[in-house]
């Protein structure tokens, strides 16, 4: 008998080198670089700006250099190529757009402050309030650049990271959910904030059905780019976290909706 690990075996120790490697790089060459820029304030617009890339641009990096090690070409990685959906399929996507970051950040914030309430737990860090002031502060041309890196390189980055390089290393073409369920746990730990890592876990959910459904990264993208580009419209027209009830439910039905309508077999071309 073969008592060789399988390949499945195989890719969750490869899975945590991998995110080892990027915490790794991270504390020593990213954020004493961003230290010797920035001195110890991380709250201003192009000090969140060079962390997100930073970080993001690492991990893209240090997956570029794994997939030639494994003889991977760029395209099975990234899985670049043109989707597999539907019209209902886009449509699905576009109701996760409009919901899922609602959702999830109302899910964080109130889950949060039941621990706090519960437990007497004390924020460390709060990343959303902290991105919303650099958004709204500052210089103008800081300011788009936060913008820019927030709805457009960021998500990219992300994307190639965890539903291109991540997913692959998980083997998602042939064990869609156990590289659904790793991406998503690790999307949310990569946040490094209660009340985010717990807020994105329904996109990033949504997100891996979508690469599952579409077989690529595409959609994804879109979709990520959209989501982000929608929060940061609330910030700027000053709507803050979107609590009322009704609010809420109309979200949490085109969320439902969102995941039922990619299930269908309509959904997929």
Known sequence: MDNQPSSYERSFPLAVVYVGACLMWTALVVLPLLVWAFGGDFTSPLALSASAVGMSGSAVGIGWAMRRARRWSPK????????????????????????LGTVGEALGTKLWDLLSDKLGLELPTDA????????????????????????????????????????????????????????????????????????VLPLAIFLGVLRWRSRSLIPCVAVHVLNNGFALVSVFWGTGEPTSLPWLIGACVLGVSAFAVISRRSAIR
């Open 76 to 99: 099975e990685t990234w899985a670049v190529r043109r989707p597999a959906l539907a019209t209902l399929g886009w449509g699905s996507a576009l109701l996760a757009t409009l919901s």
């Open 128 to 199: 959303l309030a902290t991105i919303a002031e650099a958004l709204t502060m500052g210089a103008t041309s800081h300011r788009v650049v936060l913008s820019v890196v927030i709805v457009l390189i960021g998500p990219i980055l992300e994307e190639l990271v965890f539903r291109g390089f991540l997913w692959r290393l998980f083997r998602g073409e042939e064990r869609p959910w156990a590289a659904l369920v790793g991406t998503s746990l690790l999307f949310a730990l990569w946040h490094l904030d209660p009340i985010q890592s717990v807020g």
